[in-house]
């Protein structure tokens, strides 16, 4: 539905009192009476001809023919002749742009706004709004305006923001639209008659019915047609009737959507407006749809397709081809529904009309269902999917980042009042030091709480007359953000507990042992305490990134081989003392083969578990917490159940939403962000499964996670080879056998690797850097080349490159820790045979060597025993004993300021410390990397965050040489 009220009465305004104010400013008495003979003649075709010949002569002074362009463009628009309406103004404009006539080049470009708005080209029109607004706001901020000329400039800025307002809430951005009319209401408020303010509240009625509060909008309406009719406002009235309509429509009260509809059909056809005509057919048509009508609506649909045409209306013209679609679709005939609603997609999508396109999806899917295109059907409905989720998800984000803009002014607002209230009381102070101590106490006291009273009532009779001036819209906005703000706020007292408790311990350890309170034979105990409670704080610190991740799309799973007993030996680990030490029974109970490999992400199932489990234990005083697996199906069963406090059915309602808890003491009493079981559930679903739960106050509960996942082929393998029960793999013969190049810059990276290269059989050749991978690949001609990425002179990518231009044939294989799937597939895109990540994964390594190399006796279950044999132990030691060398180097880059150096330092230290299972000191590595990356220039404060992190960095090398000395003592 159209609503072009505001544009209709300023089109009018702009077409009774604009000619006689140019006339008067230029003051050419000839041109004022050619204009009024002009516009004494009912035949407007006579008319555009008259002004022709007057804009032909060469005598006209620029005021004339600005003039004469400008009447010249509104007789086209009276005659609903939008396109040819847009060239006269357009010369109008320039005109005044090349005379620096700034109020008319305004002037001329709201025109035009107007114009291409009824032409449904929203863009434009609102590139032409506000290049016509900024005059008038720059006017009132530079001028000092005399009193009626600031009411003229007022009502002109306040037109053109509710001009704006109605494009974007035309092209379905209502949040936009909102902001407009809440900067067009005080204006009205201020200069505006009975008629605007009436205006504005029917406009804000119709976004209303955008965003489907009918209700609202319904009650609002009505009052408007009350006071229109009061006024005399047919027309106004007329349009209200036509969304009246529109809203009952879609609240499904089609009877009275249909009287509503043809009572503003009637006026608008007695009255020759052929645009709201148009609408109006195409509305009515809709309304027989509902009614299940199809030869009615057909009948008015084809009336909007022909009326809309002949005026270039384009927004009810894409609307009447899907209302035609859709009667053609109840009648049987498909065909003509998909050609109908075909035609309306393009309209929409030429006119960014989203509502529309995204209608038109589902329509399509549907049709082409019922024409038995089921994959094409499926992509419709995908996509219509997609852009109903897009759209949801973008209304919340602009949502989100004003709550979060309002919380902040609040909260400066408040830092300047306590300002404000201590400066205060240390004058007081000074001032009543004369006075005895009882005395002043007694004083300060009774002048700081009447000064509080009386700024609290004072603060609140401003806040009551602010809360007055808003209107009901307004304030239903404001209660949807009340209950954000709640939860919000528990969370952040939640979140500010979890963090302080961990960083109490660090900071009152790192302070004993910093004072020397702490004795040389604990520090070591003191040492752990730190990294317990540092990791505990990281582990905080990942949920709210894995949320963060989950939110927006980005959390990416990783499927692959593993064995479930291995998560449920790590799940008993974790919590069978915890357990003990409260006294409860911890058990486990699966009948499940070992072992059980499964192709399944399992370190977000161990995340969601151990989440599971932790609460378990932590709502639990007496009795046990039973942990239970099974397997049907192709599906994973795992339920765990306790005897701890319980829930009741309302809190279980809410438990696995964002920010929350069973009630908000929870936190008081056992702890906890509220993240978890969130965070828990929104993975489950990632995985395509989900979490029940069953519960009673008192009596327990049982959580019970399901998710469907394949069970692995090497799994049957491992199984066949344990019942075989075959020799041991140093009896067996027949390893692999070949040459394989392998080029990594890191020392002890290269030497893990060739190590189990060769444990297997292979012939390793190890180049430091990518020109030495070139040469000795086609020097040896190697069937596989796993190539590092990131390596000194050349890069892992340039030496691809380079072997591929001078003709080499063997595999190559990107060998790095950067294993995200949109880096992979860029690596595969360059030309690499496949990708190996780092730290290596021994079924995956297997799989790939076997491609290329002859393997004769041993099975894969067999290779991945005998390469979890190989001893690493030296390797690691070496690893950790060159860390304090690379902590040397990296402090001399970093105090030369040599952060390119210092970067791929880093860099290595991050891939090496993963190969050896070092996950802390890789993660901030990697973090450290990322920080040294980028601009040669940096900003005090991302200086200090990288000092911050190199002093983390140091400290996690401190803790692994610290321990790696206790195990060699």
Same mark, same amino acid.
């Given at each position: 539905?159209?609503?072009?009220?505001?544009?209709?009465?300023?089109?009018?305004?702009?077409?009774?009192?604009?000619?006689?104010?140019? @006339?008067?400013?230029?003051?050419?008495?000839?041109?004022?009476?050619?204009?009024?003979?002009?516009?004494?003649?009912?035949?407007?075709?006579?008319?555009?001809?008259?002004?022709?010949?007057?804009?032909?002569?060469?005598?006209?002074?620029?005021?004339?023919?600005?003039?004469?362009?400008?009447?010249?463009?509104?007789?086209?628009?009276?005659?609903?002749?939008?396109?040819?309406?847009?060239?006269?103004?357009?010369?109008?404009?320039?005109?005044?742009?090349?005379?620096?006539?700034?109020?008319?080049?305004?002037?001329?470009?709201?025109?035009?706004?107007?114009?291409?708005?009824?032409?449904?080209?929203? /863009?434009?029109?609102?590139?032409?709004?506000?290049?016509?607004?900024?005059?008038?706001?720059?006017?009132?901020?530079?001028?000092?305006?005399?009193?009626?000329?600031?009411?003229?400039?007022?009502?002109?800025?306040?037109?053109?923001?509710?001009?704006?307002?109605?494009?974007?809430?035309?092209?379905?951005?209502?949040?936009?639209?909102?902001?407009?009319?809440?900067?067009?209401?005080?204006?009205?408020?201020?200069?505006?008659?009975?008629?605007?303010?009436?205006?504005?509240?029917?406009?804000?009625?119709?976004?209303?019915?955008?965003?489907?509060?009918?209700? %609202?909008?319904?009650?609002?309406?009505?009052?408007? %047609?009350?006071?229109?009719?009061?006024?005399?406002?047919?027309?106004?009235?007329?349009?209200?009737?036509?969304?009246?309509?529109?809203?009952?429509?879609?609240?499904?009260?089609?009877?009275?959507?249909?009287?509503?509809?043809?009572?503003?059909?009637?006026?608008?056809?007695?009255?020759?407006?052929?645009?709201?005509?148009?609408?109006?057919?195409?509305?009515?048509?809709?309304?027989?749809?509902?009614?299940?009508?199809?030869?009615?609506?057909?009948?008015?649909?084809?009336?909007?397709?022909?009326?809309?045409?002949?005026?270039?209306?384009?927004?009810?013209?894409?609307?009447?081809?899907?209302?035609?679609?859709?009667?053609?679709?109840? $009648?049987?005939?498909?065909?003509?529904?998909?050609?109908?609603?075909?035609?309306?997609?393009?309209?929409?999508?030429?006119?960014?009309?989203?509502?529309?396109?995204?209608?038109?999806?589902?329509?399509?899917?549907?049709?082409?269902?019922?024409?038995?295109?089921?994959? $094409?059907?499926?992509?419709?409905?995908?996509?219509?999917?997609?852009?109903?989720?897009?759209?949801?998800? /973008?209304?919340?984000?602009?949502?989100?980042?004003?709550?979060?803009?309002?919380?902040?002014?609040?909260?400066?607002?408040?830092?300047? +009042?306590?300002?404000?209230?201590?400066?205060?009381?240390? &004058?007081?102070?000074? $001032?009543?030091?004369?006075?005895?101590?009882?005395?002043?106490?007694?004083?300060? *006291?009774?002048?700081?709480?009447?000064?509080?009273?009386?700024?609290?009532?004072?603060?609140?009779?401003?806040?009551?007359?602010?809360?007055? $001036?808003?209107?009901?819209?307004?304030?239903?906005?404001?209660?949807?953000?009340?209950?954000?703000?709640?939860?919000?706020?528990?969370?952040?007292?939640?979140?500010?507990?979890?963090?302080? &408790?961990?960083? &109490?311990?660090?900071?009152?350890?790192?302070?004993?042992?910093?004072?020397?309170?702490?004795?040389?034979?604990?520090?070591?105990?003191?040492?752990?305490?730190?990294?317990?409670?540092?990791?505990?704080?990281?582990?905080?610190?990942?949920?709210?990134?894995?949320?963060?991740?989950?939110?927006?799309?980005?959390?990416?799973?990783? *499927?692959?081989?593993?064995?479930?007993?291995?998560?449920?030996?790590?799940?008993?680990?974790?919590?069978?003392?915890?357990?003990?030490?409260?006294?409860?029974?911890?058990?486990?109970?699966?009948?499940?083969?070992?072992?059980?490999?499964?192709?399944?992400?399992?370190?977000?199932?161990?995340?969601?578990?151990?989440?599971?489990? @932790?609460? @378990?234990?932590?709502?639990?005083?007496?009795?046990?917490?039973?942990? &239970?697996?099974?397997?049907?199906?192709?599906?994973?069963?795992? +339920?765990?159940?306790?005897?701890?406090?319980?829930?009741?059915?309302?809190?279980?309602?809410?438990?696995?939403?964002?920010?929350?808890?069973?009630?908000?003491?929870?936190?008081?009493?056992?702890?906890?962000?509220?993240?978890?079981?969130?965070?828990?559930?929104?993975?489950?679903?990632?995985?395509?499964?989900?979490?029940?739960?069953?519960?009673?106050?008192?009596?327990?509960?049982?959580?019970?996670?399901?998710?469907?996942?394949?069970?692995?082929?090497?799994?049957?393998?491992?199984?066949?080879?344990?019942?075989?029960?075959?020799?041991?793999?140093?009896?067996?013969?027949?390893?692999?056998?070949?040459?394989?190049?392998?080029?990594?810059?890191?020392?002890?990276?290269?030497?893990?690797?060739?190590?189990?290269?060769?444990?297997?059989?292979?012939? *390793?050749?190890?180049?430091?850097?990518?020109?030495?991978?070139?040469?000795?690949?086609?020097?040896?001609?190697?069937?596989?080349?796993?190539?590092?990425?990131?390596?000194?002179?050349?890069?892992?990518?340039?030496?691809?490159?380079?072997?591929?231009?001078?003709?080499?044939?063997?595999?190559?294989?990107?060998?790095?820790?950067?294993?995200?799937?949109?880096?992979?597939?860029?690596?595969?895109?360059?030309?690499?045979?496949?990708?190996?990540?780092?730290?290596?994964?021994?079924?995956?390594?297997?799989?790939?060597?076997?491609?290329?190399?002859?393997?004769?006796?041993?099975?894969?279950?067999?290779?991945?025993?005998?390469?979890?044999? *190989?001893?690493?132990?030296?390797?690691?030691?070496?690893?950790? +004993?060159?860390?304090?060398?690379?902590?040397?180097?990296?402090?001399?880059?970093?105090?030369?300021?040599?952060?390119?150096?210092?970067?791929?330092?880093?860099?290595?230290?991050?891939?090496?410390?993963?190969?050896?299972?070092?996950?802390?000191?890789?993660?901030?590595?990697?973090?450290?990397?990322?920080?040294?990356?980028?601009?040669?220039?940096?900003?005090?404060?991302?200086?200090?965050?990288?000092?911050?992190?190199?002093?983390?960095?140091?400290?996690?090398?401190?803790?692994?040489?610290?321990?790696?000395?206790?195990?060699?003592?």
């Amino acid at each position: 539905m159209e609503r072009f009220k505001p544009l209709l009465f300023c089109a009018l305004f702009i077409w009774l009192y604009f000619p006689s104010q140019v @006339a008067a400013e230029n003051n050419q008495l000839d041109i004022e009476a050619e204009l009024a003979k002009i516009a004494e003649i009912s035949d407007k075709s006579l008319a555009i001809t008259q002004l022709q010949q007057l804009l032909s002569s060469n005598e006209l002074a620029t005021a004339q023919r600005y003039t004469l362009l400008i009447e010249q463009g509104k007789l086209f628009f009276a005659q609903t002749d939008y396109h040819r309406a847009i060239a006269p103004t357009l010369q109008a404009a320039k005109l005044a742009q090349q005379n620096n006539l700034a109020e008319k080049l305004a002037q001329a470009n709201k025109l035009l706004g107007i114009f291409y708005y009824f032409l449904g080209e929203y /863009a434009q029109a609102l590139n032409y709004y506000q290049l016509s607004i900024q005059y008038y706001q720059n006017l009132s901020e530079t001028v000092d305006l005399a009193e009626q000329a600031l009411a003229d400039n007022t009502i002109s800025r306040a037109n053109l923001h509710n001009n704006i307002a109605l494009v974007y809430s035309s092209t379905g951005n209502s949040t936009l639209a909102l902001e407009s009319y809440q900067q067009a209401e005080p204006l009205y408020q201020a200069y505006g008659d009975d008629m605007d303010k009436i205006d504005i509240r029917y406009n804000i009625a119709a976004l209303h019915i955008n965003l489907k509060r009918f209700d %609202i909008a319904i009650n609002m309406l009505k009052e408007v %047609i009350i006071k229109r009719n009061e006024l005399g406002d047919e027309h106004g009235v007329a349009t209200a009737r036509a969304d009246l309509g529109v809203a009952y429509k879609d609240s499904g009260q089609y009877e009275l959507a249909k009287e509503h509809v043809m009572n503003a059909l009637k006026y608008f056809q007695q009255r020759g407006d052929k645009f709201n005509t148009a609408s109006q057919l195409h509305n009515i048509s809709e309304v027989f749809n509902e009614l299940q009508q199809a030869d009615l609506a057909i009948d008015y649909a084809k009336q909007a397709i022909e009326l809309s045409k002949e005026i270039s209306h384009q927004r009810a013209y894409a609307g009447a081809l899907q209302s035609l679609a859709k009667a053609y679709f109840y $009648q049987g005939e498909l065909q003509l529904a998909l050609e109908n609603i075909t035609l309306s997609t393009q309209v929409a999508s030429k006119l960014n009309y989203k509502s529309l396109h995204t209608d038109n999806l589902a329509w399509s899917a549907l049709i082409m269902a019922a024409q038995q295109n089921y994959i $094409q059907a499926s992509k419709n409905l995908n996509e219509y999917e997609n852009e109903k989720h897009n759209a949801t998800n /973008a209304m919340l984000n602009e949502h989100l980042a004003r709550f979060e803009s309002e919380q902040l002014s609040q909260q400066v607002f408040r830092l300047e +009042q306590n300002k404000k209230l201590q400066q205060l009381q240390l &004058t007081k102070a000074e $001032q009543q030091r004369k006075f005895i101590l009882i005395a002043l106490v007694l004083l300060l *006291v009774l002048t700081f709480l009447m000064y509080r009273r009386h700024l609290e009532a004072r603060i609140t009779k401003e806040l009551e007359a602010r809360v007055t $001036q808003r209107t009901l819209e307004l304030e239903a906005l404001t209660k949807e953000l009340q209950q954000a703000n709640q939860i919000k706020s528990q969370f952040l007292a939640n979140m500010s507990h979890e963090i302080r &408790t961990p960083l &109490t311990a660090i900071v009152g350890q790192a302070e004993a042992i910093i004072s020397g309170d702490v004795e040389p034979n604990d520090l070591a105990h003191e040492v752990d305490i730190i990294h317990g409670n540092s990791l505990h704080l990281l582990h905080l610190i990942n949920e709210i990134l894995d949320l963060s991740k989950i939110e927006a799309n980005k959390l990416e799973l990783e *499927v692959k081989q593993y064995n479930l007993h291995c998560i449920i030996n790590d799940l008993v680990d974790i919590f069978k003392d915890q357990a003990v030490r409260k006294g409860l029974l911890f058990t486990v109970e699966e009948n499940l083969v070992k072992p059980f490999y499964l192709n399944i992400d399992g370190f977000r199932l161990k995340q969601i578990l151990i989440n599971l489990c @932790a609460n @378990a234990i932590k709502f639990t005083e007496h009795g046990e917490v039973k942990l &239970t697996f099974s397997w049907q199906q192709g599906q994973l069963y795992v +339920q765990v159940i306790d005897t701890g406090i319980g829930m009741s059915a309302e809190q279980i309602e809410h438990i696995f939403e964002l920010f929350s808890q069973a009630d908000n003491s929870i936190s008081r009493r056992f702890g906890g962000s509220g993240l978890g079981l969130y965070l828990s559930n929104q993975l489950a679903v990632l995985m395509s499964g989900s979490i029940r739960v069953e519960s009673e106050l008192a009596a327990g509960s049982k959580f019970q996670l399901t998710l469907p996942c394949q069970q692995s082929e090497f799994a049957a393998e491992f199984t066949h080879y344990q019942e075989a029960k075959q020799d041991s793999l140093e009896e067996e013969a027949g390893l692999f056998s070949g040459k394989i190049i392998l080029a990594d810059d890191h020392y002890d990276n290269r030497r893990l690797i060739a190590r189990l290269l060769s444990s297997i059989g292979l012939e *390793v050749i190890a180049a430091s850097n990518g020109i030495q991978a070139v040469e000795l690949a086609l020097e040896h001609q190697a069937k596989l080349l796993l190539l590092d990425i990131q390596m000194p002179e050349m890069d892992g990518i340039e030496a691809l490159t380079k072997l591929r231009s001078l003709g080499y044939q063997g595999a190559i294989y990107a060998l790095t820790a950067n294993a995200m799937s949109h880096e992979i597939e860029h690596y595969m895109s360059l030309g690499f045979d496949g990708h190996l990540k780092k730290p290596i994964e021994r079924e995956q390594f297997i799989s790939v060597i076997r491609k290329y190399y002859q393997l004769d006796k041993y099975s894969d279950v067999q290779l991945s025993q005998r390469l979890a044999t *190989v001893e690493l132990a030296d390797l690691a030691n070496e690893f950790t +004993q060159n860390l304090s060398q690379d902590r040397a180097l990296l402090q001399q880059c970093t105090e030369a300021k040599d952060y390119n150096a210092a970067g791929r330092l880093v860099h290595k230290i991050a891939g090496a410390a993963q190969m050896f299972g070092y996950v802390e000191l890789s993660q901030l590595a990697r973090e450290l990397e990322l920080k040294l990356k980028g601009q040669p220039e940096r900003t005090a404060a991302e200086l200090a965050t990288i000092q911050d992190l190199l002093s983390c960095l140091f400290d996690e090398i401190s803790v692994i040489e610290h321990k790696a000395k206790g195990e060699s003592s």
